[in-house]
């Protein structure tokens, strides 16, 4: 925990996104839907109406800018807590010298970087001072407050949503650094449209490392006479490889795979490709992906195609014997098969509809004539009594009960008219005619 004060001016050698943060709603760049004029989070922070809220988005969008502009507009005393050194004795001990601070006037504003981070306890150290009101309390998190952060916590917060900036925000935000004097406002640097095209594309919405890149590519440059001079070439050493969003443990891998699955099943090859290298880029596991492909090729193609279950497990052998990078084609071919293949679940609906009856009915006993019957006792009871064998009947049919009684009629498998599936639909037609006459 550490008391920040944030009227007092910040040192050059600070990196340089501090030195240029905002420092009113009016310098802050991005976020509209939440900022704009008229905007609920706006009207909050104008109108002193603010009350204890998480800052849910990515990295670099300005959750910390945020807390530290309501704490300014509100002449708030503002803490800034970290996961780290924050015991539960530290955090009691600050928060109950805020509750006196609160009884002479002083309203005290409790900033959690990387709420997700702390502990059910840390976390419930603060919830009795929220609910009195001591404390306004400010969480900002990478990860989904439904599953990161305590519910009896969360129920006393509203969430915001934060966006990743646009690159025209990002573009905004490096000129503004450039300008700025607590910035390179007071130098004279010399860089073209295309670099800061290029940093803004690279930093993907994350208005930390755009300026983290402008400043290190602007301390790396040719320092003339008259100016520093950044160019491409100076650029392209601090741009190489461009990291992806991906957390093998977190929100956005459900997210993805969501995105994987529902491009194949909407037949958009190129979408399920692109997704499919935005995990390889992650660095997701390929026996992951294989194992989600397998399960694909049964729920949502099924009998339309019988050769897509046997194309996911080849690519999943393939996998187990190649692993990464070689496998990453093996992967593509069975996305770009499974994406084009005819769509049918009706063997996910015949399964689910059985599962319902299985749950919602009775635990009907096997019909007599379908058990087996390994000894006497057993055939002096009934077991077995008028099997019909299906093998030995002219059709291969019989007119012999399967079905418990009480769910005779009951219908799973309803076949589609897609790709194969119309041969299935066909037989079971057939067999159903068949019953009509004979039984």
């Known amino acids: 925990m550490k008391q920040e004060s944030l009227f007092a001016g910040r040192p050059e050698n600070t990196p340089l996104a501090s030195r240029v943060r905002p420092k009113d709603l009016d310098q802050f760049v991005g976020q509209q839907h939440l900022l704009g004029p008229g905007k609920i989070l706006r009207e909050i922070i104008e109108n002193d109406q603010v009350s204890s809220m998480i800052f849910w988005g990515p990295p670099g969008v300005g959750?910390?800018?945020?807390?530290?502009?309501?704490a300014r507009k509100t002449k708030s005393s503002f803490l800034s807590f970290s996961a780290v050194d924050s015991s539960i004795s530290k955090i009691k001990k600050i928060m109950k010298q805020a509750e006196l601070d609160r009884e002479i006037g002083q309203q005290t504003m409790v900033f959690v970087d990387e709420i997700h981070r702390f502990n059910k306890a840390q976390q419930d150290a603060f919830l009795p001072y929220v609910e009195r009101g001591s404390i306004i309390l400010i969480g900002a998190t990478t990860e989904n407050p439904s599953f990161e952060i305590n519910s009896a916590l969360l129920s006393r917060c509203k969430v915001f949503?934060?966006?990743?900036?646009?690159?025209?925000?990002i573009v905004t935000l490096i000129e503004n650094a450039l300008h700025n004097p607590e910035g390179f406002g007071k130098q004279k640097i010399k860089i073209g449209d295309d670099e800061i095209q290029a940093i803004a594309n690279f930093a993907d919405g994350d208005a930390r490392m755009a300026l983290n890149v402008l400043e290190m590519a602007i301390l790396n440059g040719d320092k003339g006479e008259q100016a520093t001079t950044v160019t491409m070439a100076d650029l392209s050493q601090l741009i190489t490889k461009k990291f992806v969003l991906y957390d093998k443990n977190g929100e956005e891998h459900y997210n993805i795979i969501s995105a994987l699955h529902k491009s194949?099943?909407?037949s958009d090859t190129d979408a399920a490709i692109y997704w499919l290298s935005r995990m390889l880029e992650?660095?997701?596991d390929p026996l992951y992906i294989a194992r989600r492909?397998?399960?694909f090729a049964s729920e949502d193609v099924g009998l339309a195609d019988t050769n897509a279950l046997n194309v996911a497990i080849n690519v999943f052998q393939a996998c187990q014997f190649l692993g990464?990078?070689?496998?990453?084609?093996h992967l593509v071919e069975a996305v770009t098969y499974l994406s084009l293949a005819p769509k049918s679940n009706a063997i996910y609906k015949a399964r689910l509809a059985a599962a319902k009856d299985v749950k919602q009915t009775a635990n009907?006993?096997?019909p007599l004539q379908i058990r087996n019957a390994p000894t006497k006792l057993m055939k002096d009871l009934g077991y077995g009594k008028g099997y019909e064998l299906a093998h030995y009947a002219k059709d291969k049919l019989t007119t012999m009960k399967t079905m418990p009684p009480s769910l005779e009629g009951h219908e799973y498998y309803l076949p589609t008219s897609e790709g194969h599936e119309q041969r299935f639909k066909d037989r079971l037609a057939q067999i159903k005619a068949w019953h009509q006459q004979n039984g």
């Open 63 to 70: 959750k910390t800018t945020l807390a530290e502009i309501i």
């Open 161 to 169: 949503v934060l966006k990743a900036l646009k690159q025209a925000d």
């Open 264 to 266: 194949m099943r909407n």
């Open 282 to 284: 992650g660095g997701e």
């Open 293 to 295: 492909l397998v399960r």
């Open 324 to 329: 990464m990078p070689e496998c990453d084609i």
């Open 364 to 366: 009907d006993p096997v």
